[in-house]
C-alpha cells in the first residue's frame, strides 16, 4: 500500500511539472557574470538581435561595483560555420593570432572558455530562439 501511494505521489509530481515547464525563456535582464565584490555583467534579453542564423547583437550592462557605473555595451556575436566557433566583435588597433579582420580598429576574436564573452554567448544562445 505504502508503495502505492509513493507511485501515485511521483506521478502527480511529475504531472505538475511538466505543466509547468517554460516553452520559452522570457526574462527581462540576465546575470551572465558576477564577479563577488568588483563587477557584474547583465544581459538585456528584451535586445537580442538574430538578423541570421549565424549573427547575434545583444544590449550587456558592466557594471563597476568600485565606482558603482554602470556602462551599456553592445555585444556582437558571429558563428563562423567555416572554423565552427563563435567570434566576437572587438575594438582594438591591432589583431591578435586568429583574429578575422572587420575594419581598421575591429577584429572578430574567438570566444574564448571561460571568458566573460562566453557567459554572456550562453545567456544569449538560451533566448535566441
Known amino acids: 500500500m505504502k508503495s502505492m501511494k509513493l507511485h501515485f505521489l511521483a ?9 509547468y515547464v517554460p516553452t520559452a525563456c522570457s526574462a527581462a535582464y540576465v546575470t551572465a557574470y558576477e564577479q563577488h565584490v568588483d563587477e557584474k555583467y547583465v544581459v538585456d534579453t528584451s535586445t537580442v538581435y538574430r538578423p541570421d542564423a549565424e549573427h547575434i547583437n545583444v544590449g550587456v550592462y558592466y557594471t ?3 565606482k558603482n557605473k554602470t556602462y551599456p555595451y553592445v555585444y ?6 567555416g572554423r565552427g566557433a563563435w567570434y566576437i566583435l572587438e575594438q ?11 575594419d ?9 572558455e571561460k571568458s566573460i564573452a562566453q557567459d554572456v554567448l550562453k545567456v544569449v544562445l538560451a533566448y535566441a530562439g
Open 11 to 19: 506521478m502527480l509530481v511529475a504531472a505538475v511539472a511538466a505543466i
Open 64 to 66: 563597476d561595483n568600485i
Open 76 to 81: 556582437k556575436f558571429w558563428y563562423n560555420t
Open 92 to 102: 582594438k588597433n591591432a589583431p591578435e593570432s586568429g583574429d578575422i579582420y572587420e
Open 104 to 112: 581598421d580598429t575591429h577584429y572578430w576574436s574567438i570566444v574564448e
